[in-house]
């Protein structure tokens, strides 16, 4: 064709971003990049760039542990249990994530590139998966015995697919981005694939 695969074009993007990619500092943005980076540490593994690989799953594991871990004092990077609501939110907010809007859309990079990173890195899998399972389980919890959370918070069983609006608003509720509703259930796959949580594999799927 006009436009063929450059593994030289390639190579440049992937050194590009793993030397420059960033982290955001809220749980959309912040996301993204997560996202971003466990891709191109993906793409590395395909390559056969052993280097690059191991840049990009050390750093996408630095970031990630940063947030699934709290230290006092800090003002972002962290995620909050919030009891009377059944969730958790992720600070720093943006798009009234703290008002539960758009869980799914956010915590669902977070799942991917969890996922993504646990394939790879058992260390990572054992010590931080739980953390992971948590947010899935914020926006899409399967399980009916698990009172800590509501039961698919964000899933519309009537309407067919996920709701966007934490508390709806005065024109009801919308989903706005399919696409990121699409990219939480299937994080939520592959996590369970990496955690050989069958139950939450299934349940991506089903999503």
Do not use: I
């Amino acid at each position: 064709g006009n436009n063929p695969f450059s593994r030289e074009r390639m190579q440049q993007m992937l050194n590009d971003y793993a030397d420059n990619g960033t982290f955001g500092n809220d749980t959309y943005w912040g996301g993204k990049g997560l996202t971003q980076m466990a891709l191109y540490m993906t793409f590395a593994r395909e390559m056969g760039d052993s280097a690059r690989f191991v840049q990009c799953r050390d750093r996408l594991k630095e970031a990630l542990v940063d947030w699934y871990t709290f230290t006092p004092g800090e003002k972002t990077r962290f995620f909050a249990r919030y009891d009377r609501w059944g969730g958790m939110v992720g600070y720093a907010t943006s798009y009234d994530s703290d008002t539960f809007n758009d869980h799914h859309f956010h915590y669902g990079y977070f799942a991917l590139a969890s996922a993504l990173l646990a394939l790879v890195d058992d260390d990572f899998r054992d010590n931080y998966g739980e953390m992971a399972r948590l947010l899935v389980k914020d926006y899409a919890n399967w399980d009916r015995t698990d009172t800590a959370y509501p039961f698919l918070r964000t899933f519309d069983p009537w309407a067919g697919h996920s709701f966007a609006g934490g508390m709806g608003d005065g024109n009801g509720n919308g989903q706005e981005s399919s696409s990121e509703a699409m990219q939480a259930w299937g994080g939520m796959y592959l996590l369970g694939v990496a955690l050989d949580d069958k139950e939450m594999r299934d349940a991506g799927l089903f999503g």
